[in-house]
């Protein structure tokens, strides 16, 4: 697990949330590490269009799944997403904001700080 991990702004990282419980290791943290291919590292608070954006690329974020101890989102829950679907979902118009202080500097070899910046909560 990345211990001592930094955010974008150069700063140690912050939670992103407790409840629900988020991040690669659902430690409450967007950490990540080599074993993590999506690169779950951007904290964003999720907004619906973006919770739809993500149910019709096949990633369903909604639906309670028990077995993984994962009650399902709603609007306003933070979550580490994956950078690649914030990105695409950053194309396609529809990126929910995101906690500067709790995402993890690997994203900025998927996307810029300016981007970022523009979509700051």
């Not at 409450?28 to 779950?40: E, I």
């Amino acid at each position: 697990m990345a211990h001592n991990a930094l955010n974008v702004l150069g700063t140690a990282l912050v939670p992103c949330s407790y409840d629900p419980l988020t991040g690669y290791y659902r430690d409450g943290c967007c950490n990540t590490d080599k074993h993590d291919h999506g690169s779950h590292v951007i904290c964003a608070k999720v907004t619906q269009p973006f919770l739809e954006f993500s149910l019709a690329r096949g990633n369903d974020l909604v639906t309670p799944k028990p077995e993984y101890r994962f009650a399902g989102l709603k609007a306003g829950d933070r979550w580490c997403l994956c950078a690649l679907r914030w990105k695409e979902a950053l194309d396609a118009g529809v990126a929910p904001p995101v906690v500067l202080e709790s995402t993890h500097v690997k994203v900025l070899e998927f996307v810029t700080m300016e981007q970022l910046q523009q979509h700051q909560l």
